[in-house]
């Protein structure tokens, strides 16, 4: 990837989960600090563990 997003805020509204989850994995691993904003905690607590769990810090 580019890196286009290195130091940008990238804010998702979600559950964590399918698009969201996927938003969050890609602004992620192109260096964007990501804000991540749901109902249900677990789905976000997930999202959390998938991004570290890719090798990515979170």
């Given amino acids: ?5 290195r ?3 990238v804010v ?3 559950r964590g989960s399918g698009i969201a ?3 969050v ?3 992620r691993s192109e260096g ?11 789905a976000l607590a997930d999202a959390y563990a998938d991004v570290a769990d890719a ?4």
Avoid at 55 to 58: F, L
């Fill in 12 to 14: 998702v509204v979600g």
């Fill in 32 to 42: 964007a600090h990501v804000v991540v904003a749901g109902r249900d905690r677990g």
């Fill in 1 to 5: 990837m580019g890196g286009g997003l």
């Fill in 25 to 27: 994995l890609a602004a």
């Fill in 21 to 23: 989850r996927a938003v």
């Fill in 7 to 9: 130091n940008k805020t």
């Fill in 55 to 58: 090798g990515i810090s979170a």
